[in-house]
């Protein structure tokens, strides 16, 4: 991904979503999908809104895509082409495939620490 000197003053001026200020953070609410810029949610009422973090896209129109990059801000996951977090990362590693968010924080990692290699 190809992160703009803007996005990557952020990522260096924020070592967690946390040390964003109240008055500049945004918010998604997943129960009525908005992305708001106050808590509680203005639309709905919910209290429970996810920190959005700065560097987040929101707005992924790519079904599948080969590879899955890391947010330096936040570190989840994202769409290498857009940098929207809003990504399901899937993994085969047991056999089958499956969505990698159920996994706990260290077979998480071990997913980010895994070498890729490409078959010419």
């Known amino acids: 991904?190809?992160?703009s000197p803007e996005?990557?003053?952020l990522a260096e001026k924020y070592q967690s979503l946390d040390e964003i200020p109240a008055g500049e953070r945004r918010y998604k609410c997943h129960t009525c999908h908005f992305v708001v810029d106050e808590n509680p949610c203005p639309h709905c009422?919910?209290?429970s809104l996810e920190i959005m973090c700065p560097l987040d896209h929101c707005d992924c129109h790519h079904s599948i895509?080969?590879?899955i990059e890391y947010?330096?801000?936040?570190g989840k996951a994202v769409c290498p082409e857009c940098g929207s977090h809003d990504v399901v990362q899937i993994s085969r590693v047991t056999g089958y495939l499956q969505d990698v968010?159920?996994?706990?924080?260290?077979?998480?990692?071990e997913l980010k620490d895994r070498v890729h290699y490409s078959v010419v």
Do not use: I
Request: aromatic share 8%.
């Open 7 to 9: 996005q990557r003053k």
């Open 65 to 67: 895509v080969e590879s």
């Open 71 to 74: 947010c330096p801000l936040c």
């Open 1 to 3: 991904m190809n992160w």
């Open 101 to 109: 968010a159920g996994w706990n924080a260290g077979k998480q990692q």
């Open 45 to 47: 009422g919910e209290t």
